[in-house]
């Protein structure tokens, strides 16, 4: 089973406690239809697991396939710079499967950026370093596809549905405490 190369560190986009028993990573791309569909599997898990797990983003443009997943990533990354890396995070999400340099700019706009600075960015190569760490860091740690998860450092090579992504997670804060896993319960 593949491990997490690269633990979390401050430069990653973080929900969560660091005191969380479960650690939770994707190595995804905005691009990407199912990224796109795991999101709300994702805001589900976090929902239901509160305080007891830590979400961490990281990008893997897959720029073969989806030419705007990287100035997507250095898209968030721009935002990150001005504290708002989630907020476009889910803007981008949303608008995947129409992303164009039209609108990046655009969503860079409705939250209030400038979109002559997001545009120089883009064209400097400004975050291109941080979104290409991300994606070495996934390549070292096994990622192939998105999305790709990894659950305290191992990689999740089951479904990523809510359900068995609550059971996996599950079992993981069962091993962190030593103690048999208990079923998982959705909420609805």
Known sequence: MA?????INEYDHTLGSAA???TLVEYGDYQCPHCQAAQPHIER????????????YRHFPLTAVHPMAKPAAETAEFAASEGNFWPMHAALF??????SSQVLMAL???????PARLRFALTQG???????AHFAGGV??????????????????EPWDAATLSAAIV???????GTRPLTARIPQ
Request: hydrophobic share 35%; with cysteine.
């Open 126 to 132: 400004t975050y291109a370093p941080i979104v290409d």
């Open 94 to 99: 949303a608008n995947g499967a129409r992303l």
């Open 3 to 7: 491990e997490l190369r690269y633990p």
């Open 140 to 157: 070292r740690s096994g990622v192939n596809g998105t999305p790709c998860f990894f659950i305290n450092g191992r990689r999740h090579d």
């Open 171 to 177: 079992r993981a804060k069962s091993d962190a405490r």
């Open 45 to 56: 898990i976090l929902r239901q697991f509160g305080p007891d797990v830590r979400y961490a």
């Open 20 to 22: 969380a028993a479960v």
């Open 108 to 114: 860079s706009s409705q939250l209030g950026f400038d």
